[in-house]
């Protein structure tokens, strides 16, 4: 098969390779599925520019994907052969190759059926960043009926909680920083949008609530929020983030915290419970077979051009997922 790999760190076109390596046989448990989309996440892009020390002598980048199983290994009903299917965790803890590949194995765990009427391309979105957002969004408990802010509720993760929040039945608040970037937050299901640039959102927040405050927040930035994230909140609120780049070692005020009695989670799907990722799975899937649901592509790129897909994620300002099409 033609794929992807890379064995230093470093730029994009220095260090990316193309080229031929063994298609590889499902094992047990497994299925070998026919890559039709490649999702390219930051962190792919991360990982492969480095600085940190490479995990395996060998990778092929990018984690999700979608496309169709082809075969099964031992223990997997034959059912699965044919089917379309959206994955995740391609390259993660544990595994060396990922989807920049014409071929991957994975256990059937990983897998979810891809609607007939979701293109590979956008089932390629799916993946890290919509897992992601359901399991920010649900760790705390069910949000129907409660008030959800999602910070950057324009980006990957943001987009896909101020949809499922809504699908789910909270009242949703989120934060953008430009005029377009609203406009998506609105249409993805948001009833109410704060320009973070020229609003004080604590402030704003309080003012939608009636000074309640808001149930649980979904944050893109623990450290850059906090003080905002806070005063947004009620008395037995939550905190579920996933990144904190404003800030990676924040001052915490935990005289605070406490007498809010409020619950702070750090997501990381890799290790999130498995309970909990099958959940994200089940629901995913039923939500955009309703077909309500926007799934951005914010990019095509053929295999040959992986480089180029990776280049764009790391320019920024993207709006969706970029994809890499063997």
Request: hydrophobic share 40%; net charge neutral.
């Amino acid at each position: 098969m033609r794929a992807i790999w890379y064995d230093r760190t470093g730029p994009a076109r220095e260090v990316l390779q193309l080229g031929d390596r063994p298609t590889p046989e499902p094992g047990h448990g497994q299925a070998l599925i026919r890559v039709r989309a490649s999702g390219v996440n930051p962190s792919d892009a991360g990982m492969r520019a480095g600085p940190g020390a490479m995990a395996y002598p060998r990778i092929t980048p990018n984690s999700d994907g979608a496309g169709v199983v082809e075969a099964v290994g031992p223990g997997v009903a034959a059912s699965w052969v044919g089917k379309r299917v959206w994955f995740y965790n391609g390259q993660r803890n544990g595994r060396a190759f990922g989807s920049a590949a014409e071929y991957i194995e994975l256990d059937t765990d990983l897998l979810s059926v891809l609607p007939d009427d979701v293109s590979f391309a956008e089932g390629a979105t799916l993946g890290i960043p919509c897992m992601t957002a359901h399991r920010s969004l649900f760790v705390a408990g069910p949000v129907q009926g409660r008030t959800v802010l999602v910070t950057g509720g324009a980006g990957a993760v943001g987009h896909y909680a101020v949809q499922l929040a809504a699908w789910a039945g909270a009242t949703v608040i989120a934060t953008v920083s430009s005029e377009a970037k609203a406009e998506r937050a609105w249409a993805g299901g948001a009833d109410h949008v704060i320009d973070y640039r020229r609003e004080d959102v604590a402030a704003r927040v309080r003012e939608l609530t009636d000074g309640e405050g808001v149930h649980h927040v979904v944050d893109v930035d623990f450290g850059g929020n906090l003080a905002a994230t806070l005063a947004s909140l009620r008395l037995n609120g939550s905190i579920a983030y996933y990144a904190t780049k404003g800030a990676r070692a924040p001052a915490t005020p935990a005289g605070e915290v406490m007498r809010l009695n409020l619950s702070i989670n750090g997501v990381y799907l890799p290790v999130s419970p498995h309970e909990a990722r099958r959940r994200a799975q089940a629901d995913i899937t039923r939500w955009i077979g309703t077909g309500e649901r926007i799934l951005s592509v914010a990019g095509r790129f053929p295999l040959e051009d992986c480089a180029g897909a990776h280049e764009l994620v790391e320019a920024g300002g993207k709006v969706g997922t970029v994809v890499v099409e063997p």
